[in-house]
């Protein structure tokens, strides 16, 4: 399929235009950076503790904090995720929980100050929380109380063991899956294959179903999280240089430096919308920015592909008019290419929750900045250096 046939547009006639809405969208960028103190990192570079909590009832944000202030050098931060019908809650503290960063040891002192405050009247030391249970402890409670009574069936151990396991992993995968994360009662397990009666009655002897559940829990020290930003800063810094290289040496130095120049704009244009709307820059942000380096640098080089070839065939032209005609030639290829792109990363922005909308954010953002950058910033800055080569050469000739 073949569209945009003959496009004679002057894009660089238009690249004060361009400029202006760089510049616009750096300032704006720059004022949400200095309004909102920086950006916002997330806990893989400040180091601290994130946890997703999810409860049955509306929880009451304030004894929520109350019942965490203690666990952490600042007033945790408390926010509601996903629908208002899930009763779902993220928690951000500086500080780790448990000894040494360990995290089974942190979820249960997390466990233990939520149920003084959401559970008070659970039965101590007798019952266990089944949404707060895993695997082996409902395996081991399963293989002691034999509520299918399977022994007396002269089944094997092996038979036993095996029948039990995979009974609890259906119940848990109903818990999390059918469930989110949390029942209200155990008479709900019911619904999964497999459960009896009996087995309910069982569960109720050593379970019970509390009112919260931990769905997520991270911890990251302030030391791996000032590395990992500095390996980061790596990262990126190394990319451009590569690219520089690379670019320099296939086609020539002033193309490498227009498409670093274009990268390092859409990067700042990315990152400034991240400022201004104080959304999370987490490890898989970071992936979304080295993917959007690279997007960018593709659809640059396509443009400067194009521009090589012409420049070999139209000897007497000026830059100016090869560089419109490279672009126009190219146009339908790269229109294709970013709108498939671009729906694509959309609709994942759009349905893929909250744990890839930062990622989806910037890739979306960067598609539509990388596209425009090749053609805004990147060309123009090739056509100054030729026509600066050019008034140097005429000055020397006079």
């Not at 089944?130 to 007396?152: E, K």
């Not at 451009?240 to 670019?247: A, E, Q, R, S, W």
């Not at 942000?285 to 521009?307: E, K, P, Q, W």
Request: include cysteine; charge should be neutral.
């Amino acid at each position: 399929m073949e569209i945009l046939k003959d496009v004679s547009i002057d894009w660089l006639s238009k690249k004060w235009w361009f400029f202006s809405f760089s510049l616009l969208m750096i300032v704006l960028g720059t004022a949400g950076y200095v309004m909102n103190s920086g950006l916002k990192y997330g806990i893989d570079f400040t180091g601290g503790t994130l946890v997703q909590l999810k409860f049955k009832e509306v929880p009451d944000m304030n004894m929520l904090r109350e019942s965490l202030k203690s666990e952490a050098a600042t007033p945790p931060l408390i926010q509601r995720y996903g629908r208002a019908s899930e009763n779902s809650v993220q928690v951000r503290m500086q500080t780790g929980l448990g000894s040494g960063g360990d995290l089974e040891s942190g979820r249960r002192e997390l466990r233990a100050a939520l149920r003084k405050t959401f559970d008070p009247d659970h039965v101590k030391g007798e019952k266990a929380d089944f949404n707060n249970t895993g695997l082996s402890a409902i395996t081991d409670h399963l293989l002691q109380s034999d509520p299918d009574n399977l022994r007396t069936q002269e089944k094997t151990t092996q038979q036993v063991d095996s029948y039990y396991r995979e009974l609890a992993q259906k119940m848990l995968d109903y818990r999390d899956e059918e469930k989110r994360g949390l029942v209200e009662s155990l008479e709900e397990l019911k619904e999964a294959a497999g459960v009896s009666d009996d087995v309910i009655s069982s569960l109720g002897k050593d379970f019970y179903a509390g009112p919260f559940t931990i769905k997520g829990y991270e911890s990251v020290g302030a030391v791996v999280g000032s590395d990992l930003r500095r390996r980061t800063q790596w990262a990126v810094g190394l990319s451009f240089l590569g690219m520089l290289v690379y670019v320099g040496f296939r086609f020539k130095f002033i193309f490498g430096v227009a498409s670093v120049i274009a990268v390092i704009h859409d990067l700042a244009i990315t990152v400034g919308l991240f400022a201004l709307t104080q959304k999370e820059i987490s490890l898989t942000v970071i992936a979304a920015f080295l993917t959007l380096v690279g997007y960018s640098m593709n659809d640059t080089i396509v443009v400067f592909d194009r521009v090589r070839e012409n420049l070999r065939i139209m000897r007497k032209e000026s830059p100016s008019r090869i560089l419109n005609l490279s672009i126009n030639q190219t146009l339908a290829r790269t229109i294709m290419t970013s709108g498939t792109t671009f729906l694509s990363v959309c609709a994942l922005f759009i349905f893929g929750g909250d744990v890839l909308n930062g990622f989806s954010f910037a890739l979306t953002v960067g598609i539509i900045i990388g596209t425009y950058s090749s053609i805004g910033m990147a060309a123009p800055v090739v056509e100054w250096w030729y026509r600066f080569g050019e008034q140097k050469s005429k000055r020397k000739a006079a």
